[in-house]
């Protein structure tokens, strides 16, 4: 009897474990984000149809640029209206924006960093250019830097000190990849993880560089996905410019799967 009770309380503990494990991997088999089903979409007007990166602000707006026009312009996700514009420099072909306390940084696509205070902007040459395609760009406010990441080239990342302004000689993670075309970066708030936004999906490397998962992007939803950022919760926004429809910021919740 005592055998009988022992072995029934061992397969108990071994089933109940079997099932946590299953559970545990079921968790970490599911997505942050369901990039099919958007929380919200925002059909943006005429003048930011060539969108080309977005910032989220924590009075619920998000800063966007588009590739033709040196202004910044501001969002408001309650009204679905843009409040007004920012400008930061001539015509020219930018690509990413990120905000630094009150202070803008803006990329432009030969390697080029604006600097936009709230009186004057200031601009930093990089060792890239236009060979490199430079799209991607945000604030890492855990190391207290940007990075910028290449298009083309090695499909490179890079750190730009806010100390000196320089770029880092050696890239933090790169990877050689026909499908990687990487149009923009930003850092999960819940995770550190890197999000890179490409062409038909989004590459989620670590805190360290390692390619953990890639998350497909629906052709119906993203024509041409150019932009991503996160509120603080985990909530991601996504923007398209515009092709033979309007241009768009879609909003998903976001689900804390296996973290």
């Not at 996700?77 to 007004?84: E, N, Y």
């Not at 320089?166 to 990877?175: E, G, Q, R, T, V």
Request: glycine share 6%; aromatic share 12%.
């Amino acid at each position: 009897m005592h055998n009988s009770l022992f072995f029934g309380i061992l397969a108990f503990a071994l089933f109940s474990c079997m099932g946590k494990a299953e559970k545990q991997k079921e968790a970490e088999n599911k997505n942050s984000y369901d990039l099919s089903k958007p929380q919200k979409v925002y059909e943006l007007s005429k003048e930011l149809k060539e969108i080309s990166g977005i910032e989220y602000m924590p009075d619920n707006s998000i800063a966007c640029i588009q590739d033709e026009d040196g202004e910044i312009f501001i969002y408001n996700l309650s009204t679905s209206q843009i409040d007004r514009s920012i400008p930061f420099a001539e015509k020219g072909d930018y690509e990413e924006i990120a905000k630094v306390g009150e202070d803008f940084f803006v990329l432009r696509s030969d390697g080029t960093v604006f600097h936009k205070q709230p009186n004057q902007t200031k601009t930093y040459d990089t060792p890239l250019s236009d060979k490199d395609d430079t799209e991607s760009l945000c604030f890492d406010k855990y190391n207290d830097r940007l990075i910028i990441g290449s298009k083309k080239g090695h499909k490179s990342f890079y750190a730009f000190s806010l100390e000196n302004f320089s770029l880092a000689k050696a890239p933090l993670f790169s990877i050689n990849d026909k499908k990687f075309n990487p149009t923009a970066v930003e850092i999960h708030p819940q995770t550190q993880e890197f999000y890179v936004l490409s062409k038909e999906r989004i590459f989620i490397f670590s805190k360290e560089g390692t390619l953990k998962e890639q998350l497909d992007l629906d052709p119906s939803l993203f024509s041409q996905a150019e932009g991503i950022s996160f509120k603080e919760d985990g909530t991601l926004f996504i923007s398209n410019e515009a092709n033979d429809a309007k241009a768009t910021i879609l909003e998903f919740n976001y689900h804390s799967y296996g973290h």
